[in-house]
Nanobody
Framework: QVRLVQSGGGSVQAGGSLRLSCATT????????MKWYRQAPGKEREWVAN???????DYTDSVKGRFTISRLNARNTVYLQMNNLKPEDTAVYYC?????????WGQGTQVTVSS
């Protein structure tokens, strides 16, 4: 059974840092491309970052230089380190992967940044 279980998140003031984790089961994690998305209140879900099986990363422009996606294959886990957080980063964050023609999502984690 495929599961993506998220942890981390919370509330911080602007300029603070948080780290999100997403532990996976049921997939061959080491060959999976992993992604993070977020959804702010009243807005559509948007892509934030992804990391390929070879470690290649990509980010949406608004988080470049502040967020870092990484993976630890030994733990089947992907991370999102978020530094210099801004109020506009407030959203529910989701990890995501495609496996065997299906799309899988984590349960979502609230990140709230106050000014």
């Amino acid at each position: 059974q495929v599961r993506l279980v998220q942890s981390g998140g919370g509330s911080v003031q602007a300029g603070g840092s948080l780290r999100l984790s997403c532990a996976t089961t049921g997939i061959n994690f080491k060959i999976a491309t992993m992604k993070w998305y977020r959804q702010a209140p009243g807005k559509e879900r948007e892509w934030v970052a992804n990391i390929t099986s070879t470690g290649t990363t990509d980010y949406t422009d608004s988080v470049k230089g502040r967020f870092t996606i990484s993976r630890l294959n030994a733990r089947n886990t992907v991370y999102l380190q978020m530094n210099n957080l801004k109020p506009e980063d407030t959203a529910v964050y989701y990890c995501n992967t495609r496996w065997r023609r299906n799309t899988w999502w984590g349960q979502g984690t609230q990140v709230t940044v106050s000014s």
